[in-house]
């Protein structure tokens, strides 16, 4: 999966879309000489006054954003009326610096238009603005209207309903029950000041100073303060993304399980980043939980410990080198064989030609020895230029390194970057053809994307064929509040195809050995109870060890409040059956601002 730092920039390069959504005809109200931000709002997602002029709007302004594309101002109704599902609160968009200031009561003179954050094509749902603004401060000074408290008694349980068919499966033209969606809750209190009291932090801070906490403690929480996502249909509806009106300087630096005490609140915004924000003109203070790093189990003489780890685009350019060796050394405690996705080629990003990642390589295995890790061996496969996805001109690939005093690799010439690895039969047992090999690059399953790289290895005296896997990344997926509900998952349908190629040839090892050590591992981005995981593990040919944690301890990767699996090693009957398995999620990254990586690394532990 491209990193949150990839993804925020190539999101970043779309361009801001105003529009006003048609797809919803609602009446406007009855007195349109008196109009009031609840009767701009309306009771859906869509403003019924859309597209036309309002006058002498009045309201307090609740907040001041003067930085960004997308300066402004939000103003609020002190005097609510008495439906729920309509928001005394909105945005202005002034496109230079408001000259208003908080505690402004003030009339606005505009035209009600509808924003989508990311543009029309990312799903996102729309926030509804009063754009081309006359205003008029009447007085300053004057009480903000109190903000409304979100709370674990006040987000419903349920996320949302599902979205009207004959509008494509989208919510906007849906009356908004704010007392039994979650989504809608929020909805509801768009534009509004908002506040949350003794929040937990369930997604560290970004180098964006925005992070995410829980309204709702007890929902899906795990022993390390995280909200752990294991299910679609199970959302966790307390998660509610933070940033600030004020300087970034001093916005807290926080790791999962610290809290935010107090009191934190300000307008609540939509965005292309999360959706629902609560954009804070006051910060509740930082409590630490004195979250550590985590360090596995050193495996004994005759165990045999297999990991994956996800080095987010390292290249020989990076700083991370001493930081990634510390963590397989010390952390890791230096598993006998260790497969490494997204290595870049030698020069990293710039698109010249270069495929070769060997100086890429020996920069860390060289740094692995300073930090008192043994001397690893490694192969890999140079992918053709600029084929196989990730960042433009990086060449990711998957790398394997393996501790030659404990296990050796088999080497069967004639594997390259075209030529697909096969099975057959050696001595009565089953063999690659080549090693290292690369799986059916030819097949369309790996269009743009990483290949998979099979290897043969022997452990005291017996065969273990590994996998390197690094599958499609979610983007272009709808978010989770997207305005089509359920939202559409289209990268899966690639990855559906990858994990079918792959089970094919685990099931064609298999086949020809039955009680063959099979291993595929990697960054498979996708979750253990995804459509991809079951076409992966097929018909019982490869089994999801983490699935053997506990529910709560079943997390790789932190992404929008959601601790989740993305990274995973499987395993054939063999080892499943025959041998002492113990599996951990080493969390070193996922849940720190200060990552090398935004991957936890995997480490499967077993005796052949």
């Given at each position: 999966m491209p990193s949150k730092r990839t993804a925020r920039i190539a999101a970043l390069t779309v361009a801001a879309v105003c529009s006003t959504v048609s797809?919803?005809?609602?009446?406007?109200?009855?007195?349109?000489?008196?109009?009031?931000i609840h009767d701009i709002q309306g009771t859906t997602r869509i403003s019924p006054l859309a597209?036309?002029?309002?006058?002498?709007?009045?309201?307090?302004?609740?907040?001041?954003?003067?930085?960004?594309?997308?300066?402004?101002?939000?103003?609020?109704?002190?005097?609510?009326?008495?439906?729920?599902?309509?928001?005394?609160?909105?945005?202005?968009?002034?496109?230079?610096?408001?000259?208003?200031?908080?505690?402004?009561?003030?009339t606005v003179t505009a035209t009600v238009s509808e924003y989508v954050p990311g543009g029309t094509s990312s799903g996102n749902q729309s926030v509804t603005e009063l754009t081309k603004p006359t205003v008029t401060v009447l007085s300053s000074g004057n009480a903000v209207p109190a903000a409304t408290v979100v709370g674990a008694r006040s987000v419903p349980d349920v996320y949302t309903a599902d979205g009207d068919t004959a509008a494509a499966g989208s919510v906007n033209g849906l009356p908004l029950l704010p007392k039994k969606y979650a989504l809608d809750y929020y909805e509801s209190l768009e534009g509004m000041n908002v506040r949350v009291a003794d929040a937990r932090v369930v997604t560290a801070t970004d180098p964006y100073s925005e992070l995410?906490?829980?309204?709702?403690?007890?929902?899906?929480?795990?022993?390390?303060?995280?909200?752990?996502?294991?299910?679609?249909t199970s959302q966790n509806t307390g998660r509610l993304q933070i940033q600030s009106l004020g300087a970034t300087a001093d916005f807290p630096t926080a790791n999962v399980g610290d809290e935010l005490s107090g009191t934190t609140a300000g307008p609540l915004d939509y965005n292309q980043f999360g959706g629902y924000t609560l954009v804070a003109n006051e910060l509740g203070t930082l409590e630490k939980g004195g979250l550590e790093r985590e360090t596995t189990q050193k495996q004994s003489r005759d165990e045999l410990a297999v990991a994956t780890y996800n080095v987010e685009n390292l290249d020989p350019g990076d700083g991370t080198f001493a930081a990634h060796a510390s963590a397989i050394v010390n952390n890791l405690r230096s598993p006998d064989v260790v497969?490494?996705?997204?290595?870049?080629?030698?020069?990293?990003?710039?698109?010249?030609g270069t495929v070769a990642a060997d100086q890429t390589v020996t920069k860390l295995i060289d740094a692995i020895v300073a930090a008192g890790g043994p001397k690893y061996d490694w192969r890999s496969i140079d992918p053709v230029n600029d084929q196989d996805g990730g960042e433009p001109g990086g060449n990711i690939r998957q790398v394997f390194l393996f501790n030659p005093q404990r296990v050796s690799f088999t080497d069967r010439a004639g594997g390259d970057s075209t030529t697909a690895v096969g099975v057959t039969k050696v001595h009565g047992k089953a063999a690659l053809t080549v090693s290292p090999g690369r799986i059916d690059p030819a097949n369309v399953a790996w269009k743009s994307s990483r290949k998979p790289l099979a290897g043969e290895f022997v452990f005291r005296g017996r065969t273990v064929f590994v996998i390197a896997n690094h599958f499609a990344s979610k983007g272009g997926d709808q978010g989770l509040t997207s305005q089509f509900q359920p939202p559409a998952r289209s990268s899966e349908t690639q990855r559906h195809l990858q994990a079918t190629a792959v089970n094919s040839f685990v099931e064609d090892v298999l086949k020809t050995q039955k009680n063959a050590d099979v291993i595929a591992l990697g960054d498979i981005n996708d979750f253990e109870f995804s459509g991809t995981a079951k076409l992966l593990e097929g018909d019982g040919a490869l089994w999801s060890a983490i699935k053997s944690l506990p529910k709560s301890e079943r997390y790789t990767y932190d992404y929008q409040g959601n601790s989740q699996v993305l990274d995973q090693i499987l395993v054939s009957p063999s080892i499943r059956r025959d041998c002492d398995v113990e599996y951990d999620s080493v969390h070193i990254n996922a849940e720190f601002s200060d990552q090398i990586s935004d991957h936890d690394p995997q480490v499967l532990r077993f005796r052949p």
């Open positions: 797809a919803v005809v609602l009446t406007a109200p009855a007195h349109a000489d008196t109009v009031h597209g036309q002029k309002v006058t002498d709007v009045t309201g307090v302004v609740t907040g001041v954003r003067t930085y960004g594309s997308s300066k402004g101002f939000w103003f609020q109704d002190p005097d609510a009326d008495a439906d729920p599902a309509t928001s005394e609160g909105v945005f202005v968009f002034t496109s230079s610096a408001p000259k208003v200031a908080v505690g402004d009561s003030v995410w906490v829980t309204v709702k403690p007890g929902e899906h929480d795990n022993r390390r303060g995280g909200t752990v996502y294991g299910a679609y497969s490494l996705e997204e290595i870049q080629d030698n020069n990293g990003a710039k698109d010249d």
